[in-house]
């Protein structure tokens, strides 16, 4: 294959928004996109605060907002510049999206056009560093139940912010313990009428000088197990007064007669649909881990094509150890799954754009934003996953060396680690998204009444799956064309496995349908509960055909020709690689022969085999910048 092959591939893997990637692999300097070594905690603090602040400069930090403020590009842009800085210092890449996108997010999305004009400039600039406060000590996924109180004061026209208990404690807040001066705190809204669920306002914590302002204590959460350059802390609030409009009023506001006001009247729509405008963290928290596994990859399999142990016979060389087909396989089936998990995600960004690129504050699509966030929730879940397992997997490939931190494996691998906790436990996600597919009863989670939801399921299973796409036209083709079950042959089919995949999703849906069908208001939650590997099964095959769907989509796109080709046999090779993984499940329910089960373990192998002389082009093709993979071993 020529170098003409991997660019191709690389743009394909581009997508949409491939002028921002190329942008970003030229004009982010590598003394910014990663630390220096052997820097203390506090140094790598202050380099990360520094290279937010430089980065901030060459205009990177007004990606994706409004550009009635001074933002740049659309919205989900933000997203694709996230995964390109993914790169390199993950310290950086989290420091980044605090600032920029959940913190500077939140104010774009929550708020109102007197915050846009009055804080959006010196976010995007870097002047103003903030913190998004949301997680407490006591909830974490469960943001309905934060104990903080933002409580409506009407003599003076001012809100009360007050951590009421221990578990109240704003805690592992991205910029508190150093940097923020500002604060999105997520608290109760409480006036004269009552209570109106969970807001954000915003609460200034700290002077010029640094100083914690009086009311505002300031900790700091210490050493973690990665992201060593990221100031998380905590925050707790006495009675702090703000003025009533650094309530981000978008979605429930206090009007000047002291009342409370909102064009969403259910106040649980309102609630999640405030939450929904924040998905775009989930959107890049998943591109970000993807990226992060490609760069492993590169390591790793560029490593291995120099490595050599043991020889086949005295007299010959030793064997470089990308030959053996324990290593192939080892590394070869993750890189197809990295390049298909990329398709996923670039799919799911477009259709962010699409649904929330518009005016912040412009009538939604409803049924189309449930569709997303149980999309986005099960990708992020299995991305994350992929990332950290990928990661180790490299870091094995590469024995002993891969353990120096100079070849930047360990330092990877504990920063992803806790991608997977980021934006909404992995677990609580799938469960999320395995909701979205059973029921358009209500829009969220939060919402959920499993009595009045399995009413709702035998009209959803079967003919009306949530979440079909326009990929769902070129795998449908696949399928139709598949061999059948009973033929032995052909397993290195990409129809074939599309069928497999489709198969095994759509039974797992109508079996979990079945069963909760038997729910009454007496067990319905035991009944649920104990369904819940089912639940977790019925997300999971679902993101995998989502992912597959997008993947064939992206390939039906292309122009013939090697690269279409080339993409075809890896995509293939993801696709037999899960199917392998989980054959005892294909087994069980009798959708392949133990005949055909062996012939998908021999396809995979001649794959590998046969896609392990197209490994440089596949890895140039991750578009991982060169100058951002500094590891010795493959230098």
């Known amino acids: 294959m020529t170098d003409r092959t991997a660019d191709q591939l690389r743009d394909v893997l581009d997508g949409r928004w491939i002028e921002l990637r190329r942008k970003a692999r030229t004009e982010l300097p590598a003394e910014l996109m990663l630390a220096p070594a052997g820097l203390t905690t506090e140094e790598h603090r202050a380099h990360t605060t520094d290279a937010l602040r430089k980065i901030a400069d060459l205009g990177f930090g007004r990606v994706g907002f409004p550009a009635e403020f001074g933002g740049e590009l659309d919205y989900a842009a933000s997203c694709v510049l996230f995964e390109m800085q993914a790169f390199g210092d993950l310290s950086l890449l989290v420091k980044t999206g605090v600032q920029f996108g959940l913190f500077g997010g939140a104010v774009a999305r929550l708020g109102t056009r007197r915050h846009h004009a009055a804080y959006l400039e010196d976010i995007m600039t870097g002047r103003l560093l903030g913190s998004f406060a949301m997680t407490e000590v006591g909830h974490g996924s469960n943001v309905q139940a934060l104990e903080t109180t933002a409580t409506y004061d009407d003599s003076t026209r001012e809100i009360i912010i007050d951590t009421p208990t221990e578990s109240g404690v704003k805690t592992y807040i991205g910029n508190a313990a150093r940097d923020a001066r500002l604060a999105v705190v997520f608290a109760q809204l409480v006036t004269g009428a009552g209570r109106h669920g969970v807001h954000a306002v915003l609460v200034p914590v700290r002077d010029d000088t640094g100083k914690p302002l009086p009311g505002v204590t300031i900790g700091d959460n210490g050493a973690k197990g990665g992201l060593p350059g990221v100031d998380n802390g905590t925050f707790a609030f006495d009675k702090v007064r703000v003025p009533k409009d650094n309530l981000l009023g978008a979605f429930g506001d206090i009007d000047d007669d002291g009342a409370y006001v909102s064009d969403i009247d259910n106040p649980n729509r309102r609630f999640f649909t405030m939450l929904g405008t924040l998905v775009r963290g989930r959107v890049c928290v998943g591109g970000g881990s993807g990226a992060a596994a490609k760069k492993a990859l590169a390591i790793a399999l560029r490593y291995g094509t120099t490595r050599r142990q043991f020889a086949a016979a005295e007299d010959q060389d030793e064997i470089v150890v ?24 670039n799919a799911v960004t477009e259709r962010l754009q699409e649904l929330q690129g518009g005016p912040a504050h412009a009538e939604r699509d409803v049924e189309g934003q449930r569709e997303l966030e149980s999309r986005v929730a099960g990708l992020k879940a299995v991305t994350t996953w992929h990332a950290l397992d990928t990661i180790q997997a490299c ?7 891969g353990y120096m931190a100079e070849n930047q494996l360990t330092q990877m691998r504990a920063d992803v680690d806790v991608f997977t906790t980021f934006e909404g436990d992995n677990t609580v996600l799938l469960q999320l998204a395995a909701k979205g597919l059973l029921t358009d009863y209500q829009a969220m989670w939060g919402d959920l009444d499993v009595p009045g939801m399995v009413g709702k399921v035998a009209g959803q299973v079967g003919e009306r799956i949530v979440e079909r796409t326009a990929g769902r036209a070129g795998i449908q083709r696949l399928v139709d064309a598949a061999t059948g079950r009973d033929d032995d042959s052909a397993t290195d089919s990409l129809g074939w496995a599309a069928s497999m995949f489709e198969q095994r999703a759509d039974h797992v849906l109508e079996t ?41 989509e992206a390939l039906d796109g292309m122009p013939d020709g090697a690269a279409k080709s080339l993409l075809e046999r890896t995509l293939i090779l993801y696709a037999l690689s899960s199917i392998e993984q989980d054959k005892a499940w294909f087994l069980e329910h009798g959708r392949i022969t133990t005949a055909r089960s062996r012939a998908v373990t021999a396809s995979v192998n001649d794959l590998c085999q046969e896609l392990r002389g197209q490994v440089s082009t596949l890895v140039d093709a991750l578009g991982v910048p060169e100058e951002l993979i500094t590891a010795p071993i493959v230098r």
Do not use: W
Request: glycine residues 4%.
């Open 512 to 552: 979990l349908g079945s069963r909760l069908r038997k729910a009454t208001k007496d067990n319905a939650f035991e009944l649920f509960n104990n369904a819940q590997d089912h639940v977790l099964l019925a997300a999971r095959t679902h993101i995998d055909r989502c992912v597959l769907e997008s993947a064939v």
């Open 395 to 401: 870091r094995e490939a590469c024995g002993g060396a």
């Open 322 to 345: 990308l030959d053996y087909l324990a290593h192939q396989r080892k590394l070869l089936p993750r890189l197809a799954k990295s390049i298909a998990l990329s398709f996923a995600q």
